[in-house]
């Protein structure tokens, strides 16, 4: 799922829990590279930012150092309903 973010309406990918693995390990939905937690110095891909939500950790913002795709890791389910409900406006908005 894609949403848009920000001022520069960068697309950022969105992996929900059930798309990771019981390592943290998921692949890219773009490019398919395998992203581990495991990678500690950040060949494969970039932490860019935590996204809090509630004073608790909600979402993960990476990179995928291979595609550079931004990949949005789904924490909390306050955010995924959220960023369900982004989608689907953006949907509605681009099928009329």
Known sequence: MEVERGINMEKEICILPNQVDEHGIFLCPKC???LSPDDYDETAYT????IM???ELGALLTQC???SSKIK????EALI?????QAY???EETSD
Do not use: F, H
Not at 47 to 50: G, I, K, R, V, Y
Not at 81 to 85: I, K, P, R, S, W
């Open 47 to 50: 932490m860019l930012e935590p």
């Open 32 to 34: 398919k590279t395998e």
């Open 65 to 67: 150092n291979n595609c």
């Open 73 to 76: 890791i789904m924490v909390q």
């Open 89 to 91: 406006a953006i949907y």
């Open 81 to 85: 309903d959220e960023a369900v409900n």
């Open 53 to 55: 939500a509630k004073n």
